[in-house]
Each structure stands twice: as C-alpha cells, then as structure tokens.
C-alpha cells in the first residue's frame, strides 16, 4: 500500500466509524498515529476502536464498518479485545475494541487521535503515562544483567541437551531483548525517541546502525558462538556496569558451555 492509499485508507475508516452509533473514539498507534516516524509501503494500520459499553462484541464480529470490507480475505479475534485482519491486496490491520474501562487494558507509546466525543485524550494520557513506568526501560540494571546472563545460560545448557529449538528461543530473543534493553538504557543518542519502550526490537538498527549489523551478524551465527558474541557485545559496551559477580558469572558461563 504507497502512502496515498495509506491514508485513503485512514480516512475512509474514520468516516465510517463517524457514522457508527456507539462509536465514541478511534486511536491511530504506532506508525499509522505519524509520531515519531510515518507509514511506509511496509507499514499496517494500527489502531484503538473505543465504544460505549455494550457495543464491544459487535463492532467485533460484524467487521463490515472496515473500509474495503468486500476485499477482505482473513480475519480472526486474537485475544479478548483485538483482532488482525489480513486483506487481499496482502494489507493488514489490527485493532482492538473497548469501551472506555476496557482501554486500560492497552499499552501505548505513541497515539493520534482521529475521533473523540467523550474525553478520550484524558485516558490515553494515563495510560500512556502507566505504559512509559511500566517500560521494562526502568529495570534495574542488576535485574537485566542477572536475566541476560541466566537466559544464556539456560539456552546453552538446552543446547548441549539437544533442544536446539528452545536454545535459540532463549538466546536469540529472551537474552538478546535482555542486552537491548540495557543498551538503550545507556547508549544514549539523538535518535532515541525513535525506539520502543514496549519492544526494544523495534527500529534498534535506526537507533544504533553499527550495533544493529553486529546483531544482525549475530544471530546468523550458531548458537554457543552466538552467545559468545553477545556476551562480549555487553562487556565491550557495559563494562562499568558490570559487578564482580556478574564478571565471574560470565567466566562460568564461557568455562562450562563456550
């Protein structure tokens, strides 16, 4: 989708929920609220539907309020309030619908607000705010340390068992996100705001180009180098932040499993 039919395509959802009884808010998140960073050809469309309560369910099942509803191609309710919709043209959307209680439910960064006819922008104030404390940005660094170092060494000890699918899922995702989190915690550059304090995958490579490529690298390699690289990805760029039981942790880990 270029970026004229992206915003056709906002537009045209906007006018139809306008015309919507019991529709009293729609929240544009992510790329589709042009915050921090616009739409691209890749991006989906994200967004909040906020009814009054009693309407949640059928604003769920009867999806015809969607734009382009005819070329819709797949559609399922994901959890209790969300749902993904996948269209022909091979677009996708996913949404959620609450009513104003139910809203503090989400977790948002970045919003725009298309429609409001009750106070909607006081709530995702609050819930803004609670999404930015609850940020895993505010972990101690001990906790972060202590959990990138066990993630490694549970992944390498699944990884001599044999239970190399599990191994990867604890290195390249658990321990990876772990040393992320503690990266953006300390790298601190002009570009931060561009990153995510829901996931701290989200546009890192934009953030921090060479270290994006290291992690790119990285998780191409096989598993025992693979945590050895990202080990030494936290020593090189945290050592300050490194106690000496974490420095004789690591020696065990590299002793027994590298």
């Not at 609050?126 to 609850?134: D, H």
């Amino acid at each position: 989708m270029n970026c004229i039919e992206y915003e056709r395509y906002t537009e045209n959802l906007k006018n139809n929920l306008l015309n919507c009884i019991g529709v009293i808010g729609l929240v544009a998140v992510g790329s589709m609220s042009r915050q921090n960073y616009r739409p691209d050809k890749w991006s989906d469309h994200d967004f909040f539907v906020i009814v009054r309560t009693g309407h949640q369910q059928e604003f769920r099942n009867d999806l015809s309020w969607l734009p382009n509803f005819d070329s819709i191609l797949l559609s399922f309710q994901e959890t209790e309030h969300g749902l993904k919709v996948l269209y022909n043209s091979g677009h996708l959307i996913e949404f959620a619908v609450f009513d104003s209680k139910e809203l503090y439910f989400s977790k948002t960064n970045c919003y725009q607000i298309l429609i409001d006819r009750e106070n909607i922008e006081d709530h995702l104030r609050k819930i803004r705010q609670t999404t930015a404390e609850e940020s895993n940005l505010n972990c101690s660094n001990e906790v972060l340390i202590g959990q990138f170092i066990v993630n490694l060494l549970v992944g390498l000890g699944r990884y001599k068992r044999g239970e190399k699918v599990s191994a990867h899922e604890f290195v390249k995702i658990s321990a990876l996100k772990k040393l992320l989190i503690l990266l953006e915690k300390h790298l601190v550059n002009e570009n931060n705001n561009l990153l995510d304090n829901i996931d701290p995958l989200r546009r890192f490579e934009f953030v921090y180009s060479d270290l994006g490529k290291e992690m790119e690298s990285i998780l191409l390699k096989p598993i025992p180098e693979a945590a050895g690289a990202l080990l030494n990805v936290l020593r090189r760029e945290l050592s300050g932040q490194l106690s000496l039981e974490y420095k004789k942790a690591i020696e065990i880990i590299i002793s027994k499993y590298l």
